[in-house]
């Protein structure tokens, strides 16, 4: 239970989670997708084709996306499916126009922590810093914490 706990406290999670998607992050036709050295901060959702309130959030998240375009180069959103295959994760993210990376599928070891701090729901959405730092875990889970987790990273962009 203690290795258990250390590997999942919020201190560790999100420096393990940045360090594995270099190499695992795909775009929606499955090609790999480099991690940017200028990337500051990760927004995190994990969402599937078959949720309906993934459909739902979807156009927030977009707009979110669109509206902080001269902001593109320090944040990237990254795509954690709980889709049932690789192919309805790739159905889905062209469906719902996804501009981001996906965290390829089957990758599930380095994104246990992350995914269990979902609880397994769908839509969640965190905010992970580059060096780590959880600065948003996802609370209220669905649309209300999606939109608290950009509202941070909004803030965050901000700062500088």
């Known amino acids: 239970r203690v ?3 250390a590997l999942n406290h919020p201190e560790t999670i999100g420096t393990r989670f940045v360090g594995a998607l270099e190499g695992n992050l795909v775009d929606a036709e499955g090609r790999p997708v480099a991690v940017k050295d200028s990337t500051e901060y990760f927004l995190v959702l994990h969402g599937a084709g078959w949720c309906g309130w993934c459909k739902r959030l979807m156009p927030d998240i977009l707009k979110f ?3 902080n375009a001269a902001q593109r180069d320090r944040f990237e959103v990254v795509y954690v499916s709980a889709d ?3 192919p309805e994760m790739f ?3 062209k469906e719902a126009n996804m501009p981001w990376p996906a965290l390829r599928y089957g990758v599930s070891e380095p994104t246990a922590p992350i995914v269990a701090m979902t609880d397994g729901s769908t ?3 965190m905010l992970v ?3 780590g730092r959880l600065l948003h875990h996802g609370e209220p889970i669905g649309a209300k914490g999606a939109t608290a987790a950009m509202q941070t990273l909004r803030r ?3 700062k500088k």
């Open 3 to 5: 290795r258990d706990k």
């Open 65 to 67: 996306y669109e509206d």
């Open 84 to 86: 049932k295959s690789e």
């Open 91 to 93: 159905a889905a993210m």
């Open 123 to 125: 839509p969640h959405m």
């Open 129 to 131: 810093a580059r060096d």
């Open 156 to 158: 965050e962009l901000a």
